[in-house]
């Protein structure tokens, strides 16, 4: 069992090509679900922003100019940005983490394709990550992963990327020291998450 879905096409390197985009928009099936699709492809309770697109809240700094209203860590990251992530799946009887490392290809002729191919609501940038474990807790780790990312002043909202569904929500990271944290289920189990962006 895949706990995170194949980017089918990219073995053994992290070079990303024109036949490797070509062979993912052509495969439509075949192969396992990225995380949580099942239980994350409704976006019913993440597709609505209203309580975060509503910044009358937070525009008034006089008492959130301290941490409750932490800058964003990525302000001064230029093209291309890179991917430091770790994530932790507690399963119940065991625990596991994942470490992942990518690069950004937004502006590539790969990115702009999938963009184009795929519909990403507020995407600017695309990232392609390989995993440093191949199992936990009895689990195989999809080796390569491709996530998006939409940010929106001191948040951003993270998504997940399948051959037959396209890009979909999955989760909203708020700042943490240098980086993101977030969380979402997968499967009824419980993901924590962190990432950080770099040059």
Known sequence: MYLFSLFACFSGSTKITDTAIINLLEEANGLPNDTGVEDTSDTSDTSDTSDTSDTSDTSDTSDTSDTSNPSNPDDDLVYPRTWTGLR????????????????????????????????????????????????????????????????????????????????????????????????????????????????
């Open 88 to 199: 932790t799946i507690d399963f119940g009887d065991c625990s596991g983490e994942i470490n992942g490392s990518g690069d950004e290809f937004t502006n590539t002729e790969q990115g702009q394709q999938i963009f184009e191919y795929y519909d990403c609501p507020g995407c600017t940038e695309v990232y392609y990550i390989e995993m440093a474990e191949e199992d936990i807790c009895g689990y195989d780790v999809a080796q390569q992963v491709v996530r998006a990312v939409a940010r929106n002043s001191n948040r951003l909202s993270i998504f997940g990327f399948n051959q037959q569904d396209g890009f979909y929500e999955l989760a909203n990271a708020e700042v943490k020291d240098d980086g993101w944290e977030y969380d979402y289920e997968f499967n009824g189990f419980r993901v924590n998450g962190y990432v950080e962006f770099g040059n």
